[in-house]
């Protein structure tokens, strides 16, 4: 099993362009989650979805949109990036409601000049 | 909302136990997580406490008073390897919305 990946692994935009970041889990679990992490930052929730064809707001989902097509893909879009976005994505799974135990990608480096 | 406060930096030596703690603000509470990320790396789950007490696995032990609205994670053995950031979470409510704290460095000493 590859677990969670995600792609890209680094990326530089300019401010106003648009991108698209892909998460992909194979482990047939329910819960998707995308966060951003700060230097020297915990991790903020974006955007999160509890099955297929849903997507909630987190802590942090201004400037962010997310489609969950399909049960193993979270897409997670920047319509017009700004310097303020630059900062480490990553993505997470878990199985159950409530499951503390969420399984992270290996993460988006993502810097917006 | 939530808010959780963790020490920034802590330091030990190789063989040592550390203690880092974990004290939260919540409007609701569905238990405390521990989570490890090594430089560059990505988190990785270390425990999970939605009752009062310690939880053992391994070298790390995890600890919740609700009461007090404080947890801590117990290293003991230190290895160099234990060198990372450490951070603790809560569920704010029903949902699957995750706060995590801001997160302790410790660093490991020979």
């Known amino acids: 099993n590859a677990g969670v990946t995600q792609t890209p692994k680094f990326r530089v935009l300019k401010t106003g362009q648009s991108m698209t970041l892909l998460c992909a889990q194979d482990?047939?679990?329910?819960?998707m989650y995308w966060y951003r992490q700060d230097p020297g930052m915990g991790l903020r929730l974006i955007h999160y979805s509890v099955g297929e064809g849903t997507t909630a707001k987190g802590e942090v989902p201004d400037g962010y949109n997310v489609s969950r097509l399909k049960k193993q893909n979270f897409l997670l879009g920047l319509e017009s990036a700004a310097p303020s976005q630059t900062s480490v994505y990553f993505c997470?799974?878990?199985?159950?409601?409530?499951?503390?135990?969420?399984?992270f990608g290996p993460g988006t480096r993502l810097t917006v000049t | 909302g939530q808010s959780l406060e963790q020490p920034s930096e802590v330091t030990a030596v190789e063989g040592a136990i550390v203690q880092i703690n974990c004290t939260y603000q919540t409007s609701g509470f569905y238990g405390l997580s521990w989570y490890q990320q090594h430089d560059g790396g990505a988190p990785t789950f270390l425990s999970y406490?939605?009752?009062?007490g310690l939880e053992e696995t391994g070298r790390f032990s995890s600890f919740l008073s609700r009461s007090d609205s404080y947890g801590y994670l117990l290293l003991q053995e230190l290895q160099m390897k234990d060198s990372a950031s450490y951070f603790c979470a809560v569920r704010e409510g029903y949902g699957q919305n995750f706060v995590f704290g801001p997160g302790t460095r410790l660093s490991v000493l020979p």
């Open positions: 482990m047939n679990h329910e819960y």
């Open positions: 997470a799974s878990s199985y159950l409601e409530g499951s503390y135990e969420q399984y």
């Open positions: 406490n939605g009752l009062d």
